[in-house]
T-cell receptor
Framework: DAGVTQSPTHLIKTRGQQVTLRCSPK?????VSWYQQALGQGPQFIFQ???????QRGNFPDRFSGHQFPNYSSELNVNALLLGDSALYLC?????????FGPGTRLTVT | GESVGLHLPTLSVQEGDNSIINCAYS??????FIWYKQESGKGPQFIID?????DKRQGQRVTVLLNKTVKHLSLQIAATQPGDSAVYFC???????????FGSGTRLLVRP
């Protein structure tokens, strides 16, 4: 049984560009949450998707958007990238409870 | 404001000793707490959780203690092993919220 998978593993972008990160949840899970983890910090909640809708959002600007597909997989989109967006982006899936995290996508903005 | 913090950024212990990692939280409305372990290059891994109606919960070599009076959470690891070396986060989940609020983490180093 595959756990949470994320792609790509690493990504380098330039300021002002746009990026799309992808997440496939653990089998049987219907809820996907996204977190941003800056170096040396704990993860910060971006938003959560359930039934293809954004169910809750953290304190992130509108440049951060997402989508959930009928197969429960999800995408995180970030527009107009800033240097401060450099971080590890984590996806977590769940089914009415414990959140299982993927390995993350390391985004570097230059 | 929201905060789940840790007292010690780095903890170094001898292999075989017990480890205690502490965490303070600020919101008394929180009703669910989780400890995660994060190894280099990996996502956080669930260790153990506890609900606010409990004071203590035990797992395999780990125990979580919750003191609601002083809003304090601790993780005890018995007979610490080299494989326990990682960063440990406490996280908080509040009623009617789907998000986890993480602290900044404690790095556990196990000396051979």
């Amino acid at each position: 049984d595959a756990g949470v998978t994320q792609s790509p593993t690493h990504l380098i972008k330039t300021r002002g560009q746009q990026v799309t990160l992808r997440c496939s949840p653990k089998s049987g899970h219907d809820t996907v949450s996204w977190y941003q983890q800056a170096l040396g910090q704990g993860p910060q909640f971006i938003f959560q998707y359930y039934e293809e809708e954004e169910r809750q959002r953290g304190n992130f600007p509108d440049r951060f958007s997402g989508h959930q597909f009928p197969n429960y997989s999800s995408e995180l989109n970030v527009n107009a990238l800033l240097l401060g967006d450099s971080a590890l982006y984590l996806c977590a899936s769940s089914l009415d409870g414990e959140q299982y995290f993927g390995p993350g996508t390391r985004l570097t903005v230059t | 404001g929201e905060s789940v913090g840790l007292h010690l950024p780095t903890l170094s212990v001898q292999e075989g000793d017990n480890s205690i990692i502490n965490c303070a939280y600020s919101n008394s409305a929180s009703d669910y707490f989780i400890w995660y372990k994060q190894e280099s290059g990996k996502g956080p891994q669930f260790i153990i959780d506890i609900r606010s109606n409990m004071d203590k919960r035990q797992g395999q070599r780990v125990t979580v203690l919750l003191n609601k009076t002083v809003k304090h959470l601790s993780l005890q690891i018995a007979a610490t092993q080299p494989g326990d070396s990682a960063v440990y986060f406490c996280a908080e989940n509040r009623r009617s919220s789907y998000k986890l609020i993480f602290g900044s983490g404690t790095r556990l180093l196990v000396r051979p």
